[in-house]
């Protein structure tokens, strides 16, 4: 987990584990970078693209853009609702 400014990034192993950092942080900082592991490079994979977007959406979170990090992993970026 890093921060920087009002910015964060958190790579979650469990669906559950991402529900308790978008609960803690989510009023904390502007943004949250999500970091996920491609399916491609995972199996199971820890964490979905699906899985991570639904449960920003439960916290008033929208997903904006993702950058690729490397072959494997990926961030999706997640904002309040205005």
Sequence with gaps: MTS???SISFEPTTAEELQR???AK???YHEIW???T???SADPQPVSFNDAVAE???FGLVDS???TLSRQ???IRFTKRK
């Design 4 to 6: 920087e400014a009002n």
């Design 21 to 23: 950092f978008f609960q």
């Design 26 to 28: 989510k009023d904390e």
């Design 34 to 36: 999500i970091i996920i």
């Design 38 to 40: 491609k399916k491609t």
């Design 56 to 58: 920003a959406v439960r």
């Design 65 to 67: 853009r993702t950058k």
């Design 73 to 75: 992993k990926y961030a």
